[in-house]
């Protein structure tokens, strides 16, 4: 399984997420969003973005609930909760935006 | 909630890399935060290794999950209890350890470190308190 960016090719997971973490990019991003029915605008791409900055801090992908706690410390209350997120990203804040990201399943999401 | 739940200690023995062992258990701690345990975390043996600052697993081709430690407050994981003696046998002291923290819900968000540095008598104190003590 795999998606289509400019002519490569890109190999995931049965879920869609990607194998190798390094062949993210901002096209792919929007190719996996697409297969996620998002329509990317800036909202999505500044907790998609913020994602990316918490893994490379601590080498996981946040569980959903971490997620919203850290988005609330450093974007403000009107972001960090879940009615916000669940409208960014219907099917799971955590599972969906790190897919996009390009980042593993998220660690302790049950 | 807190004192209706179980107190759970997760015991670590061995050094992070070579066996599975320490990150399947960080793997353990962080999924089973999301129940609302008690959560503790023990560092014993070469398990204070697992601790140490400027780790780097290039040479033998494997992820470095250290900076993961620093994640545990995030998921309300801020008991991290480090054997003195284990740690002296080892020529290590806790300036060798990573620095970690949490935030304090209860004392206005303050950053507080979770890392504690207790004796082996204590470390057998605080075991003898939990309710269910898993090792790895």
């Not at chain 2, 209706?4 to 670590?12: G, P, S």
């Not at chain 2, 999924?31 to 345990?37: K, L, N, T, Y």
Request: aromatic content about 10%; proline content about 4%.
């Amino acid at each position: 399984m795999a998606y289509q960016v400019n002519g490569a090719t890109i190999e995931h997971d049965e879920e869609g997420y990607i194998l190798t973490l390094s062949d993210w990019s901002k096209e792919l991003a929007d190719v996996i969003a697409e297969t996620e029915e998002i329509d990317m605008n800036e909202e999505h791409w500044e907790v998609v973005n913020f994602l990316r900055e918490y893994y490379e801090e601590y080498q996981i992908a946040p569980a959903v609930r971490v997620l919203i706690k850290s988005i609330k410390k450093s974007l403000g209350p009107e972001k960090g909760n879940n009615k916000y997120m669940y409208e960014l990203f219907p099917y799971g804040p955590a599972k969906q935006a790190c897919k996009i990201a390009g980042l593993p399943k998220p660690t302790g999401c049950v | 909630m807190e004192n209706d739940a179980k107190r759970f200690l997760y015991v670590n023995r061995k050094a992070p890399y070579g066996t599975i062992y320490a990150l399947e258990s960080l793997e353990v701690v962080l999924i089973g935060a999301a129940f609302e345990q008690n959560v503790s975390l023990a560092f014993l043996d070469d398990g204070v290794f697992q601790l140490t600052k400027g780790q780097d697993t290039q040479g033998i081709g494997v992820k470095n999950f250290s900076p993961t430690y620093r994640a545990l407050g995030d998921y309300d994981v801020n008991k991290l209890y480090v054997e003195k003696e284990s740690l002296e046998e080892r020529g290590l002291s806790v300036d060798d350890l990573q620095e970690i923290t949490y935030e304090d819900e209860d004392d206005d968000w303050e950053e507080k470190p979770s890392i504690n540095i207790v004796s082996r008598s204590e470390m057998a104190d605080i075991m003898a308190n939990q309710d269910v003590v898993l090792s790895f």
